[in-house]
């Protein structure tokens, strides 16, 4: 692989190893194990398998392989571990690194399943987490501490979209010797900027833009070599959250168009927050590439795009949402996001449900908010949908 090729190139190249049949589709290595050609070989590869070497498939697989290595070269960093879904992604880029008696700061506007690692999981493993507002320096550097082990992030929250600062955000942390993780669905590896920004571990859910097509649950851990090949790889090897190679096959398949797809859903995005600016239904749009969102200029520095996501809240609250929810004819109701086709989704009836209704307040996850992920579909089509939904609210 040339260092010198473009995103969209190593979208369809990067990591691509063929067999002795030179397939043009990458293979799908379909076993749970490998066979040695003697004793000897066994327990070498056992001491240390080499690259291109492989025990067994919850350790490593060629077709996993591939799909790690193609979002480490897109994603700028040497390496990067497959897993089963995004949680188990988030879960075990967390736990690889954490122990009784550490120290935990992060955003408090995350994904209900993030929240509830931090929230209840850690808590009980003997970890301390304090969590801030996002949005706020002042509130993370009187939050990071001399003996802080870790800084966890949302890029672009879930599902306020609001917009974390990464490079000083990265900087106070790196000031006490903090390791950096961040989540990185909503910014997408496409306008990813995250690792040059200061980041150390960057960590996707692969069912969302990656796949973006409805069809397989995966995610991955991306950072430095000695990180990802040693903490990271011990733990998730050994707790079984690894990528099966039919899902990262699949994952390959949905890199190959991903720019295509990623870029048409944010000029559609773009384009509708301009035809929902000021809408009488509306109490507020929220699109980080409306100059309308208080952290534009922000996002635009570090994505240099507003991404596929919008979100607006409904005038009536949760029954108009509803109303709005249910006439729709094109974008579809469900909680996923990244999709080719255009979801919406109601958050605080769905996806942040369990929240404490203080935390929902808290965090702008009102009754009549809805979030829409933005498919492929044509962008006149999605407005006119939008807009005769909203007569009914």
Known sequence: MSEEWNTRTKLVHSGTKRSQWNEVSEAIFLTQGFVYDTAEQAEARFIKAEPDEYIYARYGNPTVAMFEERMAAIE?????FATASGMAAVNGALMAFLSAGDHVVSSRALFGSC???????LPRMGVEVTLVDGRDLDAWNAAIREDTKLVFFETISNPALEVVDIKSVSKMAHAVGALVIADNVFATPVYSNAVEQGVDIVVYSATKHIDGQGRA?????LGPQELIRGKVEAYMKHTGGAMSPFTAW??????ETMDLRVRA????????ADALAGHEKLERLIYPGHDSHPQHALVMSQMGNGGTMLAFDVKGGKEAAFRVLNALKIAVISNNLGDAKTI????????????PQDQKEMLGITPGLVRLSLGIEDPDDL???ILQALTHA
Do not use: F, V, W
């Open 76 to 80: 700028g960093c040497e390496a990067g």
């Open 115 to 121: 929240l509830y690692i931090l929230d209840e999981i």
């Open 217 to 221: 649950l995966g995610g991955i851990i």
């Open 250 to 255: 699949i994952m390959l398949k949905g890199l």
């Open 265 to 272: 859903q944010s000029d559609t995005a773009a384009k509708l």
């Open 344 to 355: 919406a989704t109601p958050p605080a009836a769905t996806t942040h449900q369990r929240l």
């Open 383 to 385: 407005i006119n949908d």
